[in-house]
């Protein structure tokens, strides 16, 4: 058997501590006989290596194919569920698929550890304006948006860099510029930043500019980071 696709998580993702989230992932038999199969997330603090909880999905047969019919990928679903089991912070997370109902069964399915998940009220997305070419001389303002999806409002902290110096940070150092509070369940903060093509810069040359934005509540550090890359040109 083998795991041919999942939506895990990546290390460094967030999901909200106050509602419980699925995970998937799809098992194809790859053998000859059925097999009993389950989906294990065992999550560990990142803190304190002896406080671990596992979830753990019910039991699913995942029958064989034939030459008339080939398997079929058969998806499993494991609940993490925060709040029942009052888990906030940063985890460890070990996933496998336990295969069992057989003589002989191939080995547990083991998929990548996943280094750090946060567990917290406090969780929103950057969104970052398109590129765009700008004639010399000329200034843009690029706008960035700043979602909340948590569950707690939040106040944002912005620094801003930018490789060619053609930005106006003006409005982010020394001190960083405060964005909020800004509701939860998915309101929206903004910010803009002035940048002006000198009018000697040769056309094709870019800077990217990066925003750095910092939540002002959460448990543990809670960064996001985005750029726009402004090119000299028409």
Not at 109 to 120: E, F, M, R, V
């Given at each position: 058997a083998e795991?041919?696709t999942?939506?895990?998580p990546?290390?460094?993702?967030?999901?909200a501590?106050?509602?419980n989230?699925?995970?998937?992932?799809?098992?194809?038999?790859?053998g000859?006989?059925?097999?009993?199969?389950?989906?294990?997330?065992?999550?560990?603090?990142?803190?304190?290596?002896?406080?671990?909880?596992?979830?753990?999905?019910?039991?699913?047969?995942?029958?064989?194919?034939?030459?008339?019919?080939?398997?079929?990928g058969?998806?499993?679903?494991?609940?993490?569920?925060?709040?029942?089991?009052?888990?906030v912070?940063?985890?460890?997370?070990e996933p496998?698929?336990?295969l069992t109902?057989?003589?002989v069964?191939?080995?547990?399915l083991?998929?990548?550890?996943?280094d750090?998940?946060s567990i917290s009220?406090?969780?929103?997305?950057l969104?970052?304006?398109?590129?765009?070419?700008?004639?010399?001389?000329?200034?843009?303002?690029?706008s960035?948006s700043?979602k909340?999806?948590g569950a707690?409002?939040?106040?944002y902290?912005?620094?801003?860099?930018d490789?060619?110096?053609?930005?106006?940070?003006?409005?982010f150092?020394p001190?960083?510029?405060?964005?909020?509070?800004v509701?939860?369940g998915?309101?929206?903060?903004?910010?803009?930043?002035?940048?002006?093509?000198?009018?000697?810069?040769?056309?094709?040359?870019?800077?990217?500019?990066t925003?750095?934005?910092?939540?002002?509540g959460?448990?543990?550090?809670?960064?996001?980071?985005?750029g726009v890359?402004?090119?000299a040109?028409?």
């Amino acid at each position: 058997a083998e795991v041919v696709t999942d939506d895990l998580p990546e290390s460094g993702d967030r999901i909200a501590k106050a509602s419980n989230t699925d995970f998937h992932v799809t098992v194809l038999n790859t053998g000859v006989v059925a097999v009993m199969a389950k989906f294990e997330l065992k999550m560990t603090e990142k803190d304190d290596a002896l406080v671990s909880e596992t979830f753990i999905s019910t039991g699913v047969q995942i029958p064989p194919g034939t030459l008339a019919s080939p398997a079929q990928g058969v998806v499993l679903t494991t609940t993490v569920m925060p709040v029942l089991y009052n888990l906030v912070g940063d985890y460890i997370v070990e996933p496998k698929v336990i295969l069992t109902g057989c003589d002989v069964c191939p080995p547990d399915l083991l998929l990548p550890d996943i280094d750090t998940l946060s567990i917290s009220d406090y969780i929103a997305e950057l969104i970052v304006p398109a590129n765009r070419a700008i004639e010399p001389g000329s200034t843009t303002q690029v706008s960035f948006s700043i979602k909340n999806t948590g569950a707690k409002a939040d106040t944002y902290t912005v620094i801003v860099s930018d490789g060619e110096g053609w930005a106006d940070t003006s409005d982010f150092t020394p001190t960083p510029l405060s964005v909020g509070p800004v509701a939860s369940g998915g309101g929206y903060g903004y910010f803009d930043i002035p940048v002006t093509i000198p009018a000697d810069a040769t056309r094709g040359v870019s800077t990217l500019v990066t925003a750095t934005v910092t939540s002002g509540g959460a448990e543990t550090p809670f960064i996001l980071t985005g750029g726009v890359t402004i090119v000299a040109g028409d």
